[in-house]
């Protein structure tokens, strides 16, 4: 017999924000009264600084400035300096990131640029269950070139197996969105490239969640949107990648005029830009980039190791009370820190039922269906007490059944 579980109790969980290093980083955002919010994997909450920033942009860059602001505001390089602040968070070098677009539009730019460099090569190997974006670019890319490309989607547990020597690309996001299971990046890298593929990761649900290194694991490629645990605000702008390695003679298959190497010069021609610098492709949305820009700031004063360190507590916490109060659900995400991202994830039949039960009670996760409830853990702005009320909220919903009302099972459009 093992011993048992220890459980937490509230005075337990207040202790722990007590003790919390991280707990002035929660004053860096705007959250609801009486909400506990454990949806930031999919939009993070809004940092203060933000509403300022965005309001001085409206008012006094374009609202004064007007055109002048492109030029005394430096506006036409923030998708530069925005990529030189990202990258910094995922283990880039200065000037291999750029902010431009969004991830769906950033994937088919990184894989199309892989695919060149391996013309001999027609497959594309991604995880069974990857985020729809993902396979549907590939699919997508591989009929519009029309050349006999095919998609290979296989079960995590034999990825090793599927990368053979006719594999292309590696297309895989780090961390799993439904799951929160997280790829060994360095380890699928290595093997990718002994194989002689390439590969391309999306980070949606790693950047400023987890610690990445690109360099270290030698990545070619990567992608990530902004709005998630980069706190950027709904659609905003994504990121893209590309390894020093790559950027001789980088052509990528969008030729937008700011990609161009001296886009006013309004040649006839188009001439890319070097290195990052030729994955731009229209004009910069310098509102979201700004509110970006700004909600960057609050990595200024953490770091990210510290950030998943805390993650992993809470997921112990919230954890540890879900199963001893709900023992019917089935935890997904992996019990290892080193192997999850900063989520947790329950499946049960009736997951959405209860999912909008627990935001009618003001504890908003979300639901991944077909039978996930699914509950981002952003330490930035989450208490331990927060994840201990949202444990008892959902045990009394469990127990009493108050997920099996007619209004819990109805689906909005967004779910």
Partial sequence: MGQPVRRYTLSDAEALDIADELAPVRSLFELPEGVIYLDGNSLGALPRGVKARVAEVVEQQWGQGLIRSWNSFDWIDLPSRLGNRVAKLIGAPEGSVTVADSTSINLFKALSMALFLRPDRRVIVSEAGNFPTDTYIAQGLADLLGQGHVLRLVAPGELATAITRDVAVVLLTEVNYRSGARHDMAALTAYAHEM????????????????????????????????????????????????????????????????????????????????????????????????????????????????????????????????????????????????????????????????????????????????????????????????????????????????????????????
Avoid at 230 to 238: D, E, I, S, T, V
Avoid at 337 to 346: H, I, M, T
Avoid at 394 to 405: P, T
Wanted: charged residues 20%; proline residues 8%; contains cysteine.
């Fill in 196 to 415: 002689g593929a390439l590969t391309v990761w999306d980070l949606a649900h790693s950047a400023g969640a987890v610690p990445v290194d690109l360099t270290a694991a030698r990545a070619d490629y990567a992608v990530g949107c902004g709005y998630k645990f980069l706190n950027g605000g709904p659609g905003a702008p994504a990121f893209i990648y590309v390894a020093p390695d790559h950027h001789h003679g980088l052509r990528q298959p969008l030729n937008g005029w700011l990609g161009h190497r001296a886009p006013f010069a309004f040649e006839p021609d188009y001439r890319p830009a070097p290195g990052i610098e030729a994955l731009r492709v229209g004009t910069p949305p310098i509102l979201s980039m700004s509110a970006l820009d700004a909600a960057l700031d609050v990595f200024d004063t953490v770091s990210i190791a510290r950030l998943k360190a805390k993650a992993d507590v809470l997921f112990d916490l919230f954890v540890t009370e879900v199963e001893a109060q709900v023992p019917g659900l089935e935890l997904v995400s992996p019990r290892d820190p080193a192997r999850r991202g900063s989520q947790v994830s329950f499946r049960f039949e009736q997951a959405h039922a209860v999912v909008q039960a627990m935001i009618a009670r003001g504890v908003i996760g979300d639901f991944r269906g077909p039978d996930i409830m699914r509950f981002g853990l952003a330490p930035a702005y989450l208490r331990h007490a927060d994840v201990w009320r949202a444990a008892s909220v959902l045990a009394q919903i469990m127990r009493r059944r108050e997920w099996d009302r007619p209004e819990f099972r109805a689906h909005a459009k967004v779910v």
